[in-house]
């Protein structure tokens, strides 16, 4: 009897990505992956097979996608995100999958061992909690088609409606998520590092200010310019306080290092501690700027809860006075717990307070992470930018070692500036994005040298760039800005830290920051999973083509394999990392 292929999907508002096995495997040497098929499909179609980008001979410059059932997807993962009015309307979705096998040749769908999954994509918003992640992958093929199809080039300066096009497909939605909670509030209070998004959320604010209070707290320190040492005014002195003036109240921010929290509350009498009616928190780690929202990779969750928005607020209340760094690290510690919809939620504030010895410090919020990440039963996935605390990296790390199913992706930026970078031979030394996959020593690291414009594929786009017409960066630009790490996130009890604290020693100690625990929800570790692989598989596949065409690694050349054995071994080997991967991935638990 022939086994059925095990399926298994994690849902994102955007996204689905599905988990595969087919218990068979191991006694077909000619299993050669995996066609899917997609009902409705792309473009109005009744059905579409999921395209596969490469196939079993290179593939011409010109060549376009080609139909998994006629070159088979040779993952154990694999996720779709053509949504959305240009490719399907619909919220509802089958997937039929089937095993391939046979020869690169002649090859067959074994048809007795297909199995179906019936997917409805959730809400952005499910019971009091809302998510939202962006695309922000500028270098991605399907923003470069989104370009080919406006008839521009990474070159070319859009309009103004073209940019509106291609800022809306990067924000993924996550602008409409901010803008509904400045819209639907009758007060607003908000902690705002960079305030300069002169799309949506400045005309957004200057709407409601016309009829709402609005109290923003922002970040005022006053740093120097790398080459002029001439002082930087503060974005948002720069930018949204003119275009704001008579329309909200700024309260400057800037006893510490930064004032790096991003968070809006709303409710009534928020001004009035003794009356304040907190409603409605949105929090995360997009900055309320344009590439914050749009060209790095971000979050941000809205929660309908009265007692985590009163949390909030009481931050705010602080921080308005702008205490010294010592007095506001006397009020760091992790909240009681709330409940909101599936979730348990608690919150910890930083700065953490010095000891005796000001080379002494609490590490209270990270320290509950690291511990956190040694419990783990199952697996650890990170996504980070540019963190150094060593304990947490150490963490994650043992995590592999000791068999859990381990996945990170990093952002490490140095100061130099991006021509530097690319001039310099030491350019892996200036920017990477680091893949990991089991242990420190076994990752991926794609430095800045990857990041030439004449390194990247046919039909993408450069990794360096910012945005179509903006021309080289001055500097290495941050393309992954999130700050979370799930742990257990495909068991019955995931755990997510997610918010505004990037994992270092400024962050906890010299910062003012927020550090979300959401634990027990499996629909929101979902999300984080599904999101985090289509980021994570983005930039493995750019490392693979890097290592071909300018290294001339011909193991990572990207066509399909002939044999099970050369794409499968390491997936069926017990023992390995990809066979962990498969087994955790899949498993109902």
Avoid at 47 to 66: C, G, H, M, Y
Avoid at 89 to 115: L, M
Avoid at 357 to 365: E, G, M, T
Avoid at 523 to 539: K, P, S
């Amino acid at each position: 009897m022939v086994a059925k292929v095990d399926a298994r999907t994690y849902l994102s508002p955007t996204l689905v990505l599905l988990a595969l096995d087919w218990k068979d495997a191991t006694s077909h040497a000619d299993f050669l992956g995996f066609a899917i098929k997609r009902t409705p499909g792309f473009y109005g179609e009744p059905e579409s097979w999921l395209p596969n980008r490469i196939n079993f001979q290179p593939q011409e410059k010109s060549a376009v996608d080609t139909p998994s059932n006629q070159a088979p997807i040779q993952k154990f993962m694999w996720w779709d995100a053509r949504f959305g009015s240009d490719h399907s309307p619909s919220k509802d979705y089958e997937y039929t999958i089937y095993p391939v096998c046979g020869t690169p040749a002649r090859f067959s769908i074994v048809n007795a061992a297909e199995t179906k999954v019936n997917v409805s994509l959730p809400e952005h918003s499910v019971k009091g909690v809302g998510t939202w992640f962006n695309r922000a992958v500028v270098s991605s093929q399907a923003f470069s088609r989104l370009l080919k199809d406006m008839g521009l080039t990474d070159n070319q300066k859009p309009s103004e409606q073209q940019n509106l096009k291609l800022r809306s497909w990067l924000s993924n939605g996550m602008h409409e998520g901010l803008i509904d909670v400045i819209n639907g509030a009758d007060e607003l209070a908000g902690v705002i590092y960079h305030l300069s998004d002169t799309l949506w959320v400045i005309p957004a604010l200057s709407n409601a200010g016309d009829h709402i209070p609005i109290d923003v707290v922002y970040d005022a320190v006053i740093h120097k310019d790398k080459d002029t040492k001439e002082p930087i005014p503060p974005v948002t002195e720069s930018i949204a306080m003119p275009l704001l003036n008579g329309k909200a109240v700024f309260h400057a921010r800037n006893k510490t290092h930064i004032m790096h929290d991003k968070f809006f509350v709303s409710g009534r009498r928020l001004n009035d501690e003794a009356h304040s009616m907190p409603a409605r928190v949105v929090m995360g780690s997009a900055n309320y700027t344009t590439e914050g929202l749009t060209s790095q990779a971000n979050l941000i969750h809205t929660f309908d809860s009265k007692e985590l928005a009163a949390k909030y607020l009481e931050r705010y209340a602080l921080l308005k006075s702008n205490p010294t760094l010592g007095a506001t690290a006397g009020n760091s510690g992790w909240s009681d717990t709330v409940t909101v919809g599936d979730a348990a939620v608690r919150v910890f504030f930083s700065p953490e307070p010095s000891k005796q010895s000001k080379k002494q410090f609490d590490r209270v919020s990270i320290d509950t992470i690291v511990r956190a990440v040694h419990n783990a039963k199952s697996s650890v996935l990170f996504c980070l930018f540019s963190p150094t605390d060593e304990p947490l990296r150490q963490a994650c790390f043992a995590a592999g070692d000791r068999g859990r199913m381990m996945f990170g992706l990093l952002n490490n930026i140095s100061d130099k500036s991006g021509q530097e970078a690319e001039d310099d031979m030491r350019a892996d030394e200036q920017a990477a994005i680091e893949l990991f996959h089991r242990s420190k020593d076994q990752r991926d690291v794609v430095p800045a040298a990857y990041f030439r414009w004449d390194n990247k594929p046919d039909g993408f786009g450069s990794e360096n760039k910012l945005f179509p017409g903006a021309g080289r960066p001055p500097y290495p630009p941050v393309i992954i800005h999130h700050k979370f790490i799930v742990i257990d996130g495909e068991t019955d009890l995931p755990l997510i830290y997610s918010g505004s604290a990037n994992m270092s020693k400024n962050s906890v100690n010299f910062n003012d920051e927020n550090l979300l625990e959401i634990l027990g929800s499996r629909r929101l570790a979902d999300i984080y999973l599904a999101e985090f692989f289509r980021l994570y598989e983005h930039y493995r596949a750019r490392a693979h083509w890097v290592d071909v065409h300018i290294k001339g690694n011909t193991d990572h050349e990207l066509i399909l394999k002939g044999t099970r054995d050369e794409w499968a071994k390491k997936h069926l080997t017990p023992g390995t990392p990809e066979y962990r991967s498969r087994i955790a991935m899949v498993a109902v638990s």
